[in-house]
């Protein structure tokens, strides 16, 4: 049975920064396309970014530039390292895996952690 666990989130003053985390069981993260998404209150979930060795890397526009995603094989983890964040980006980030390993636009995220919450304050 898959399981995603997310860790990391908090609070922190707008300019701040963040480094996601997100560990898996029974499923190895470096063999499909993997990623991270967020939803805030009232809004729909957005992807934020993707990654595999296919289509290597990809980013909402809102977040280039500030936010970055990697991946630790040996440690089989996920991270997001968020800089600069804005209140607009306060929200549940969720880790997401699919069982596709070519692009990531295309792929079924079918897998879920259970979030953690990021909160930017003014």
């Known amino acids: 049975q898959v399981r995603l666990v997310e860790s990391g989130g908090g609070s922190v003053p707008a300019g701040g920064s963040l480094r996601l985390s997100c560990t898996a069981s029974g499923y190895i993260f470096r063999t499909y396309c993997v990623g991270w998404f967020r939803q805030a209150p009232g809004k729909e979930r957005e992807r934020v970014a993707t990654?595999?060795?296919?289509?290597?890397?990809g980013y909402a526009d809102v977040v280039k530039g500030r936010f970055a995603i990697s991946l630790d094989s040996a440690k089989n983890t996920l991270y997001l390292q968020m800089n600069s964040l804005e209140p607009e980006d306060t929200a549940m980030y969720y880790c997401?895996?699919?069982?596709?390993?070519?692009?990531?636009?295309?792929?079924?995220?079918?897998?879920w952690g259970q979030g953690t919450q990021v909160t930017v304050s003014a």
């Open positions: 990654i595999n060795s296919y289509s290597g890397k």
């Open positions: 997401a895996a699919t069982y596709d390993s070519g692009w990531c636009n295309k792929a079924d995220f079918s897998l």
